[in-house]
């Protein structure tokens, strides 16, 4: 589906489900991607190292 979305013209795609970082790999695609669990849990920490 991915792959589909960019030959349509997408520029990156957002993985929003937690189990799709586990199936995509860098190189699988030809536009960045972001993995929002991993985006989640990076804000998490930054939150809480300024607490």
């Known amino acids: 589906m991915a792959a589909t979305l960019v030959e349509a013209g997408a520029e990156g795609i957002i993985l929003g489900c937690t189990e799709l970082p586990l199936a995509m790999h860098d190189g699988d695609l030809s536009v960045p991607y972001l ?17």
């Open 35 to 51: 993995d929002s669990t991993l985006l989640h849990a990076r804000a998490l920490v930054d939150c809480m190292l300024e607490a």
